[in-house]
């Protein structure tokens, strides 16, 4: 299995463009999560789905952000418009569910390091 | 709400010293515990983890961590280092009910010298 893929790796854009972050989960795994990495915040969980429906999106920063996840084997995290305090690593990770349940062991992928200047 | 602490954001130590990285988690209910691994430019792995049973866990890359609920802990230990163990290290805390909802640490960076 290739896991977890995000794409692009790294993204450099400027402020007030539409940034579209994507993610291809491992084959079979019925949850994804989207996460941000900043050194300020550490990890943060943006929203997760369970069978492409988004169970929990508490975690989204306002507005501008919106995630879809159209299939199981696909998903996207938007900003629009973009702003420099966007930037961060964000990372796409996938599991299948937890025994016990809420045990869930995710696999991430690489990330997408975004730079919005 | 559930949380995890961890305790210093970065620990040095000798190549073949004993590492140990603190966790402390804040859970009003049986908690599930994981310690992921970061190396650079790459994504979280899952190093060990406990949900139910014996308190001593072992994980890859010879890690262990002991569940102590009297100390509300889940400190992750390795006899001996070695160079490749250089890395930054999340503890995580979720648990039944929570659907799947993993709280991360605010992680420590492993840095292992000659």
């Known amino acids: 299995d290739a896991g977890v893929i995000q794409s692009p790796r790294h993204e450099v854009t400027e402020m007030g463009q539409e940034v579209t972050l994507r993610c291809k989960p491992i084959s079979g795994h019925d949850y994804l999560f989207w996460y941000r990495q900043t050194m300020m915040r550490g990890l943060e969980l943006l929203i997760y789905?369970?069978?492409?429906?988004?169970?929990?999106d508490s975690g989204m920063p306002e507005d501008r952000f919106s995630a879809k996840m159209p299939n199981a084997s696909f998903s996207t995290l938007k900003i629009q418009p973009s702003e420099p305090r966007d930037s961060a690593v964000y990372f796409c990770?996938?599991?299948?569910?937890?025994?016990?349940?809420?045990?869930?062991?995710?696999?991430f992928g690489a990330g997408s390091r975004l730079t919005v200047l | 709400a559930q949380s995890v602490t961890q305790l210093g954001s970065h620990v040095s130590v000798s190549e073949g010293a004993l590492v140990l990285l603190r966790c402390n988690y804040s859970?009003?209910?049986?908690?599930?515990l994981f310690w992921y691994v970061q190396y650079p430019n790459q994504g979280l792995q899952l190093l060990l983890k406990?949900?139910?049973?014996?308190?001593l866990v072992k994980g890859i890359n010879g890690f262990e961590a002991e569940f102590k609920k009297s100390e509300t802990s889940f400190h992750l230990t390795k006899p001996s280092a070695h160079m490749s163990d250089a890395a930054e290290y999340f503890c995580?805390?979720?648990?039944?009910?929570?659907?799947?909802?993993?709280?991360f640490g605010t992680g420590t960076r492993l840095q292992v010298t000659l």
């Open positions: 406990y949900t139910t049973g014996a308190t």
């Open positions: 789905f369970n069978n492409n429906v988004p169970i929990d």
């Open positions: 990770a996938s599991s299948r569910s937890g025994v016990p349940s809420g045990a869930n062991v995710l696999t």
């Open positions: 995580a805390v979720s648990y039944t009910g929570t659907a799947s909802k993993l709280t």
């Open positions: 859970s009003s209910v049986p908690p599930y």
